[in-house]
């Protein structure tokens, strides 16, 4: 079995934004309220859920791009959130990230061949023309003409654009990549195309992802693991075969349901969902999901749930799972 590459710990990132006039009053987001999972070398580990609960974040959080509020954050065992500058800058190395928008995160007056190679030489990895000839090495492993590093970031297409986002993330030669909604900006086609090229860099560059999505289908193509997030926290972990086929929380079964089937024929039970996604501002008491869910119980408003290892592949954190319940009686697809 694969050795665990990175590990998150009670990770919790709250921010604090003034709202109202004219007396604005201070209130706090909870983003990520306390996540932990772990990845492993050479697997991609997905991570699902709505718009706003807090994927981003997390993915921003875990490189300290975004500084955490407490929590762990151990890659090859060495401590990320405790790392001074010099340690850091050692493991900026072998932790990249590759954004959603791959326009905003490139310098539009920058050619990509200096914004491909501004990573070796900060790094002093590599100069001049030995750093032309890893760029341009670059640039055909993700499928683009060589002349493409002495063009500006305008003068592509958004997939071309996200293998530039790819390049770049793959210049320092990685371990683990942070992939935060790499696909979600393209058409499906292109979607397609890039999963493809991922794929295909995983297995050549022994690479780990912490892939970032809203879009089950495209997690479960590409990920071997996943988490469900909800409004900040960790519902559901596991295997992806075993998660799609018998999904454990309510919320993870309607995420699936919610996901089309590639079979006119398949038939389908959907699980009745009424209201919107809380504010993270302010959730809920109890469970987080309890004003949505169509099994929540007393319990559920007051209470929130503790975690429950199922087994050595799967936890989930739910009321059904207390001791004394049975668990779930969902339809199966």
Same mark, same amino acid.
């Given at each position: 079995m694969a050795d665990t590459?990175?590990?998150?710990?009670?990770?919790?990132?709250?921010?604090?934004?003034?709202?109202?006039?004219?007396?604005?009053?201070?209130?706090?987001?909870?983003?990520?309220?306390?996540?932990?999972?772990e990845v492993k070398r050479g697997r991609a580990f997905g991570v699902v859920?709505?718009?706003?609960?807090?994927?981003?974040?997390?993915?921003?959080?875990?490189?300290?791009?975004?500084?955490?509020?407490?929590?762990?954050?151990?890659?090859?065992?060495?401590?990320?959130?405790?790392?001074?500058?010099?340690?850091?800058?050692?493991?900026?190395?072998?932790?990249? @990230?590759?954004?959603?928008? =791959?326009? $905003?995160? +490139?310098?539009?007056?920058?050619?990509?061949?200096?914004? &491909?190679?501004?990573p070796l030489l900060v790094q002093g990895l590599a100069y001049k023309r030995k750093a032309h000839e890893r760029v341009l090495k670059l640039l055909d492993e993700v499928g683009l003409h060589s002349d493409a590093a002495d063009r500006f970031p305008h003068e592509f297409s958004g997939g071309q654009r996200q293998r530039i986002g790819i390049?770049?993330?793959?210049?320092?030669?990685?371990?683990? @990549?942070?992939?935060?909604? =790499?696909? $979600?900006? +393209?058409?499906?086609?292109?979607?397609?195309?890039?999963? &493809?090229?991922l794929r295909e860099l995983q297995k050549s560059?022994?690479?780990?992802?912490?892939f970032i999505s809203h879009d089950l289908g495209v997690v479960r193509f590409f990920c071997q693991d996943m988490a469900v997030m909800y409004l900040g926290r960790i519902v559901e972990t596991g295997p992806i075969p075993r998660i799609f086929e018998d999904p454990l929380h309510p919320y993870t079964h309607i995420l699936r349901d919610a996901s089309p089937m590639p079979d006119p024929n398949q038939s389908k039970k959907f699980i009745h969902v009424d209201g919107e996604?809380?504010?993270?501002?302010?959730?809920?008491?109890?469970?987080?999901?309890?004003?949505?869910?169509?099994?929540?119980?007393?319990?559920?408003?007051k209470v929130s749930p503790d975690w429950h290892q199922v087994d050595t592949e799967r936890g989930v954190a739910c009321h059904l799972f207390d001791t004394g319940n049975t668990g779930?009686?969902?339809?199966?697809?």
């Open positions: 590459l990175l590990r998150i710990e009670n990770i919790k990132k709250f921010f604090h934004v003034k709202r109202g006039f004219p007396v604005p009053e201070t209130v706090t987001v909870r983003a990520v309220d306390g996540v932990s999972f859920g709505e718009s706003g609960c807090g994927k981003s974040t997390l993915g921003r959080s875990l490189l300290r791009l975004i500084e955490p509020d407490s929590g762990s954050v151990t890659f090859d065992g060495q401590d990320v959130l405790g790392a001074n500058p010099s340690k850091i800058r050692a493991l900026r190395q072998r932790m990249q @990230i590759i954004f959603q928008d =791959p326009y $905003s995160s +490139l310098n539009p007056r920058k050619r990509i061949g200096a914004a &491909l190679a501004e390049a770049r993330a793959l210049t320092v030669g990685p371990e683990l @990549i942070v992939a935060d909604e =790499p696909v $979600s900006a +393209l058409d499906v086609s292109i979607q397609a195309q890039i999963l &493809l090229l560059h022994n690479l780990s992802f912490v996604v809380p504010s993270a501002v302010n959730p809920p008491n109890g469970c987080h999901f309890h004003p949505r869910c169509p099994y929540a119980a007393d319990i559920c408003k779930h009686d969902y339809p199966k697809r």
